[in-house]
Every structure is written in C-alpha cells, then in structure tokens.
C-alpha cells in the first residue's frame, strides 16, 4: 500500500499528473515488476537451498518412541524422512521403547563437500540472473519512454504540418477561384492536406500505443495519463568497441551466470566421482526399552562406521561419464555465450554510432529544409513563385523534421541497447 501511495504522489499533484523523468520511470519499474520480485524469490531459495546442504556436513540427531504388543520379535523403524533412521529389534510382547541416535558425517568423499559447492555456485547464479532482469526491465523502460517522446515529437510535426497543409489548401483555392493557378495546384494541395491528416491520424494512435506499452513496461495501471518531462541526456562520444567489449565480458550478469553454470557441472562430476570412495560416519545411540513382566533394559553405543560400494552394475561409472558431458556442454555454452556478448555490444555500437553520424546529418539538412521554406513562401508572396513549389518545401521540411527526431530517438534508443550490451543499463540509467 505504501508503495502505491508513493506512486500516486509522484504521478499525481494539485489534480494533475506530475511530469516523469526517466529516473523516475526506472525506479517505479524496479519497484512494481513482478518478474524483480519473482527473481528475488528465486534467489532467497536458492540461498536457503544452500545452508540446507551446509546443514548436511553437520551431526544429526532423532528420538524415536516405539509402543508395541507382539507376540513375535519384529523390527521397528522411525517414521518417514526422521533423519537418521533408527531401527530397533524389539522383543515380543507389550514393549515401550525409547532410542536416541546421533550422527556426523566425518568423511563423505568430497560428495557433500560437492554438493555445498554447488548449492553456492546456484545461489551465485540466482543473483546473477535476478541482476540481468533488472538490465533487462531498464532498458525496456529507457526504450518504452523514448517511444513515447519520439511518438509525442511526432504528432506535434503532423500537427504543424497539417496547420500548414490546410492554409496552403486555402490559398491555393483562392488562386484557382481567381484564375491566378491552374485547377492542379488546388487539387494537389487537397491531396497534401489530406496525407497530413492521415499521417496525424496514424501518430496520435502511435503515442497511444506507446504510452500503452511505457505503461505495461512500469507495471502501473493502463491509463494511468503520464506525463512526461521529456529531458534526455546530451549526446556523448561513446568509449572504443574493444574497450567496450572487455567490460561487457566482465561485467554482463548474464554471461557470469553462464560461466558459472560450468562451475555447478564441475561440483555435480565431484558428487559423481565421490560416489567411488568410502563414507565414513561417527554414529552414538542410546536405547531404552521396557518390556511387560521383565522391566527396564537399556544401553548405549559409539560407533565409527565405513561403508564403501563395491558393485553397482555399472551406475557410478555411467553417471560419471554422464557428468562429464555435461560439465563439457555447459562450458561450451559458456564459450557460446562471451562470443554472443560480443556480437552484441558490436552491433549496438555500430547502431550508436550510425546514429550519431545520422544526427549530424539530419541536423544540416532541418536547416537545409527550413531555408528553402522560407524562400519558397517569399516566392509566393512576391509572385514570383508557384504554389506547387510551397507544397513541395513544406513536404521536405515535414520530411526533415522527423528525420532529425528518428535520428535523435534512435541514437539514444541506440545507447540503451548498449548500456544493457555492456552490462551497465542500470549505472548509465539517469
């Protein structure tokens, strides 16, 4: 409840919904996601998975009652999954019975050992996975809010255009109307005017769309009406790829979960190969037992017990080999997964830096299309132009405008696929 009264005063003041920034919107994602919450599960089990193993290296205790009538001598067991197992021999008769037992592995060969080693390394993994879905849910969210400020830039360019379109349209009726143009620059100027309000159609159902989308990608309520501040950071040169990729294979949390999945296949061969070796066990029982008509009997034990396999008909052996290949295949998948990061962190960089290059050019051309606007509207107010030139400048410069915003949306677009390719979308996060 907390949290959605804190949400509510962030999005929500003197009646109108509060601007959000992008840090804002990265927050609120990694407080509401439910898939953060089901990693942080994953993790806290596999943690306690872990101390249960630990649990295993140490002694072990039960107390186990049997009361019995039989007129033969039969034996008893505890009950199920009562750890360690007592098994007592009872005489026939009504007999109650008592019996205390101890336990503490004090040599396993290296399979209990193997197998907290494992658990560790699970647990390693667990934090590593829930560290890539929070990469993952940033860079979903810088994306899904650039959507909607491209989207929103956009409908402000169609609904300028359509300003323009329909004043152009005026004019060029009354040119016609006055003989000044022929009939086809009327005609063309409908058609302009027309494709303008199609395309301003089309771009209000887009920030709809986005908005939807930014709104799944925060786990808040669809039409929630957020408001957005629209501050990007200014653009920056990005580092070197090669220094670049060095980071990535350092630090992508995905590629260490992948390594150390190599790690639990190594513990997993050791719990197989421990299975060849003798276990040797410290075991200490007391028993009490009491018999109708005879009295009270009873002692106690201290025991070191080895035990050791001999044959198994070749089960070992195969689980070994089993083992084996898997441990292969899971580092081989390791290998897969670094030459995956690479390719990854290359491609976002040549997509920042084919936007940068787009950036620079778009802006040139804006001011390119801006000049010959205004040149072709004081043409036509000098009547030395036609209005079919008009049509054409307002096209290009509608045609420049969204350019510039496709280039400027899609560079920082651009350097979110790179940040999560590096494995640091949540430290370049704003």
Not at 142 to 148: I, M, P, S, T
Not at 299 to 321: C, E, I, K
Request: aromatic share 4%; proline share 3%; net charge negative.
């Amino acid at each position: 409840m907390r949290k959605w009264l804190a949400l509510w005063m962030l999005l929500a003041g003197a009646g109108q919904a509060a601007p959000l920034s992008l840090d804002d919107a990265v927050r609120i994602a990694l407080a509401q996601r439910p898939e953060l919450r089901a990693a942080a599960d994953e993790l806290a089990m596999k943690q306690a998975e872990w101390r249960s193993r630990q649990a295993e290296l140490r002694p072990a205790a039960s107390v186990s009652v049997f009361g019995v009538t039989q007129n033969t001598g039969m034996i008893e067991t505890t009950t199920p999954h009562v750890m360690p197992t007592f098994y007592a021999n009872l005489p026939p008769g009504t007999v109650l019975d008592a019996d205390v037992m101890a336990m503490w592995p004090l040599y396993t060969g290296g399979r209990l050992e193997h197998q907290v080693a494992g658990a560790l390394v699970a647990a390693h993994i667990a934090e590593d996975e829930a560290e890539a879905e929070v990469e993952s849910v940033v860079r979903e969210v810088r994306k899904g809010y650039l959507a909607v400020l491209e989207a929103q830039a956009e409908l402000q360019v169609r609904t300028a255009a359509v300003t323009e379109e329909t004043e152009s349209a005026r004019v060029a009726r009354l040119r016609f109307q006055t003989g000044k143009a022929a009939a086809v620059e009327a005609s063309r100027a409908e058609t302009e005017l027309a494709d303008a309000q199609q395309a301003k159609n089309d771009a209000t159902a887009q920030v709809d769309q986005a908005m939807a989308d930014l709104e799944l990608a925060l786990a808040t309520p669809q039409g929630s009406e957020l408001s957005l501040d629209g501050k990007l950071p200014a653009v920056a040169e990005v580092p070197e790829l090669a220094s670049l990729q060095a980071a990535a294979q350092r630090q992508r949390p995905d590629l260490r979960a992948a390594r150390l999945q190599g790690a639990v296949a190594e513990a997993e061969l050791g719990t197989a190969e421990g299975a060849y070796r003798p276990e040797v066990a410290l075991v200490g029982m007391g028993q009490s037992t009491s018999v109708a008509g005879q009295g009270l009997q009873g002692g106690t034990s201290l025991a070191v017990t080895a035990s050791v396999p001999l044959f198994d008909g070749g089960q070992r052996h195969q689980q070994v080999l089993a083992a084996k290949a898997h441990r292969d295949k899971q580092w081989a998948l390791a290998a897969a997964a670094a030459q995956g990061v690479e390719r990854d962190v290359q491609r976002a960089w040549v997509a920042v830096k084919a936007q940068q290059a787009n950036l620079d050019v778009s802006e040139g051309g804006l001011r390119a299309a801006e000049e010959t606007d205004r040149i072709a509207h004081l043409r036509e107010n000098l009547g030395a132009g036609i209005q079919l030139e008009v049509l054409d400048a307002e096209a290009a410069l509608v045609r420049a405008r969204l350019n510039r915003l496709k280039a400027l949306y899609g560079y920082h677009a651009a350097l979110a696929d790179l940040d999560w390719s590096v494995g640091q979308a949540r430290q370049a996060a704003p």
